[in-house]
């Protein structure tokens, strides 16, 4: 069997899964996004749930990434320490059958703490086979848990998690500041402001509510509150990410609508960041994983 | 009409109401607390509510606090402004009908920001008209949402309002973190380790998934996670409330399960704290208000 004739690419996460046919030169030539994340499958569906994704993409090969690796997944992959390149995803492979294959994720462990991720990886490392990062850069990856990743050599040196995405879904569903947080993000001087103000003050879970407070007597528009309150997180984000000096190059890389916002953050702390498309990056990471399966 | 020959005293928040009939020397002589807060009634229910609580402590003047102050409850008695002494609150009660009136709430603007309290006045006051703490203070009530309250001359002279309360809910309720958090916080090791490391790095968005990571790597053990994640949480809340070097008498009060973790955390700052029972301040706080009404 030659995977580089053509397979399904799958990233499957928590929430939602994403599901790609790929040509012999790793186009892709059809695609479906559902909410048939990991946590909506019962544990002995995940045969079931496979075989509906090849009745849907033709019965090829399939390389699956992220949640579905995890031990709430189809069959636990165990992490790659760091450093991790793609040789060494292609290497911990775990194989559920013979043409089905999960990609591990990575785990760091080292200053005094540890950190995983499931699905990231593949998209660092397919950015940097496909030439679009420095291999030795620095890369932010925003979403429900954003990673900053320092590479050496094309590797995954050493990683950070913060969980900004989900905090800010957390005061957005069920907080006291639900109400004021239910509009779109704006990239305005309300949010930069507050990435400033994020960066320069470590007092995010005063500054919260403090936004309510401002709101209250009057000194803050309803309408920036939603602008402000993401700037606050994600100015935070960047103060840890970004706290140890560096002059590498920044790439940010994910969801379009989360990338611009970061890009712009970063610009507020006065240093410049390089956006690239996640799903580009997936789809050059899970495609030099296949060529690699052949080789 | 005398409040002195005593009077009904309600603590009445958001989600908890706590009714005390108080006699002449302004000892409690019933009580009652149940879950019909402020967002449970409707907005014309409150005549109701009240009539309720009439029936089961008595025919008696009412005096109310907290956010049935609010513009979600019975009438909205605007904020005091800072310095806010026990007689700024008396002249502003605001009054519904002859025998019941609304404690105001406090508001601080400066230093770039703005802050708002409902209900901790009353006991931050009433614990400075016992003189069970310095008038010239710090005074720190933990709480869904904890106040940080410099005194001056017995007044309320600032406040910062850290949402440490409602963050931790909020994780323990909804979050990827929710398994991890359904047990008891101990004050044990993993909770002061959690609380110097929070005093030392203001990381909180990334320890918290750290946690996570720290379980699934097996470097935690997974009884340990909510003590760590409750001292992570108020070790950046006690990082916040002690930013200013100050040697003044730290008062910490409130509910005791949560006055009990703060007074530990500030002993691991390296601070000494005076435990207060919040209700015995309010308590002090109302008839010191009624007092003054009498007066």
């Given at each position: 069997m030659r995977w580089a004739e053509g397979?399904?690419?799958?990233?499957?996460?928590?929430?939602?899964?994403?599901?790609?046919?790929?040509?012999?030169?790793?186009?892709?030539?059809?695609?479906?996004?559902?909410?048939?994340?990991?946590?909506?499958?019962?544990?002995?569906?995940?045969s079931d749930a496979v075989a509906e994704i090849r009745q849907r993409l033709g019965d090829r090969p399939l390389l699956l990434a992220g949640m579905i690796g995890s031990n709430r997944?189809?069959?636990?992959?165990?992490?790659?320490?760091?450093?991790?390149?793609?040789?060494?995803?292609?290497?911990?492979?775990?194989?559920?059958?013979?043409?089905?294959?999960?990609?591990?994720g990575v785990s760091y462990v080292g200053q005094g703490r540890g950190d995983v991720m499931r699905g990231e990886e593949v998209q660092l490392l397919g950015a940097v086979a496909a030439g679009m990062i420095d291999p030795m850069g620095l890369v932010c990856h925003p979403g429900t848990h954003n990673k900053w990743a320092t590479l050496s050599q094309g590797k995954i040196h050493r990683f950070r998690t913060v969980m900004t995405g989900e905090l800010f879904n957390l005061l957005k569903e069920h907080s006291i500041l639900s109400d004021l947080l239910q509009g779109e993000v704006d990239v305005n001087d309300a949010f930069r402001q507050a990435v400033r103000h994020s960066i320069d003050n470590a007092?995010?879970?005063?500054?919260?509510?403090?936004?309510?407070?401002?709101?209250?007597?009057?000194?803050?528009?309803?309408?920036?509150?939603?602008?402000?309150?993401?700037?606050?997180?994600?100015?935070?984000?960047?103060?840890?990410?970004?706290?140890?000096?560096?002059?590498?190059?920044?790439?940010?890389?994910?969801?379009?609508?989360?990338?611009?916002?970061?890009?712009?953050?970063?610009?507020?702390?006065?240093?410049?960041?390089?956006?690239?498309?996640g799903e580009k990056c997936f789809l050059a990471g899970i495609n030099e994983i296949a060529k690699r399966i052949d080789a």
């Open positions: 397979f399904i690419a799958v990233d499957w996460g928590t929430s939602n899964r994403r599901a790609y046919r790929l040509d012999s030169s790793g186009r892709c030539e059809d695609e479906f996004e559902d909410h048939q994340g990991v946590l909506t499958i019962p544990a002995d569906g995940f997944g189809w069959k636990e992959a165990p992490y790659v320490p760091c450093p991790a390149g793609i040789d060494d995803l292609v290497a911990k492979l775990v194989w559920v059958g013979d043409r089905e294959a999960i990609v591990p007092t995010l879970p005063a500054d919260l509510f403090g936004l309510r407070a401002g709101v209250l007597l009057g000194q803050m528009k309803k309408e920036d509150a939603v602008s402000f309150a993401s700037g606050l997180l994600i100015g935070a984000d960047i103060r840890i990410g970004l706290s140890i000096p560096t002059s590498v190059q920044i790439a940010v890389l994910g969801r379009p609508e989360l990338t611009r916002l970061y890009a712009a953050a970063i610009g507020a702390a006065g240093r410049d960041a390089v956006e690239l498309d």
